[in-house]
């Protein structure tokens, strides 16, 4: 039977360890490389490299950076008292195009979840209760998400956090600015009536 | 609620069919494997975009084919609206009024249908889990919420069983999902007791009816947990937050037997509907004909719920229901049916319609995969 030469079959072989690849599109894409100018796809192995070899973990927030502290914890103009607490790189960069927040973040890397065997010692919480015993904030913003995990992984913390002498917040849930209250569903105007406020 | 017409495209046995309905009864007789029962699996699907008969949508397509498509004109709240149906190998498509509906959430809802079949027996006869199931479904139809905090439910049990099957139970972790499972639990409690609650007046007048005034059907909700110490002796399941406290306590009370089972053993997952007839409980006392009698009853009360919720009657489905039932019964449901309903059948036999004006039904005959009127 003809295969494929080795080369192509272990290209194919790495592209399917990345979520949502299949055997065929892992083949495509391998085969797509095949086209590719020789520089493009030095350019494409060089970036792969830099993830791993260029990146590290912030000492004091984890988020990734290139140079720990990073960028946000080096900088003097933010606000210490202030702490944001989110699951992933990628939720700082959201809360950041905000604009608004002007605190420093706690990346978690993760909720728990024991059904996908993530447990509190294997997300970043030791590192933040430490964090918060350690240095002077006042405020623990947690910005986990508003699913079954994000919820039990905010509650975990302000369970741990309850000894120290800081105010625990949990982000609102409700009804998306600009949003017409006929179009919301039953659930999200229900959570939006739950976290009203007085005017 | 109104069907006015269905027509029916590769759909099991019937290549293409057009069938125009009347307001009061309408009559499939045949023989049996002819394709009476498909024909209102067919209504179903237009109603709730599924089978009652099966979860793979292929199966419903005629063989050999790719696609089969259920359309139909209906009349909800006096407006005329007409839906659609696609299946194919890979998935299914919904339409309302020539629209595709991005989400078959949106579609259901619309046109609602009430379904008994013989497999509904099992709603008196089989597991609580069907009782559950029997409730979630309807609950679900008319309520969206309630499957919003079915699903965070049982997501949670499942995260929380999870840290129960470790060989040293991490019991912080587990108090952080108590919390939700317990939030979410008490709205799932507390919104089937609303609905048993309401389906009781409606199912006892409906099987005093069938059976004459002779015997008092009473259903009730039933918490999972009867132990003398959990015993919620005076719990009020309106009060949602008193579920909530009581289903926390009882979590931690039931900590050895969890980690023991390895599973969460108390909670809305492991609750149940119970019957009595004549103030005894029907699985143990009542009669084949009896329990008959009772899931028609559970499900004709259906027709008052969605009436209660809609201001609308749905459109009853009976799917040879009546050879199960003796000769009085049968009239007497009959008889009740024709006034406010629109009501399909499917039967092998005239007889129960014996004393019907032939104005007053519509009879069609189903033979091999074609209907004529």
Redesign the interface.
Known sequence: MWGYPEPITRLIEQFMKLPGIGPKTAARLAFHVLSMPEPDVMQFAQALADVVHRLTECAICCNITEQSPCSICRDAARDDRVLCVVQDPKDVMAMERTHEFNGRYHVLHGA????EGI??NDIRIRELVQRVGTTDIAEVILATNP???G???A??IS?LLKPFPVTVTRIAHGLPVGADLEYA???TL?KALEGRRQL | MKIRELTLENFRNYEDQTVEFQDGVNVFIGDNAQGKTNALEAIHMLAVGKSHRTARDPDCIRAGQLRAVVSGAVTVRNSQASLRVELTQGGKRAFVNGLSQAKLSDYVGRFQVVLFAPEDLQLIKGGPAQRRRFIDMELGQT???YL?HLG?YQ??L???N??LK?PRV?W??V???D??LALHGAQVVCRRAQFVRQMRGYAREVYRQISDGRETLDVTYQLSLRTPDTEPASLDLSRVDDVRAWLEEALDHRKDADAAAGHTTVGPHRDDLAFTLADQPVHVFASQGQQRSIALSLRLAEIDFIHAETGDYPVLLLDDVLSELDDHRQRNLVMSMKEKLQTIITTTSLAPFHGMLHREMRLFHVHSGIITG
């Open positions: 728990i979840s024991p059904m447990g509190p699913n079954v995990e919820e039990a992984t509650m975990y369970r569903d039953e659930v229900a | 309520h969206p919420s919003y965070k997501r949670t499942a995260q929380r999870r840290l470790q991490d912080d972790s108090a952080v999902f919390a939700q």
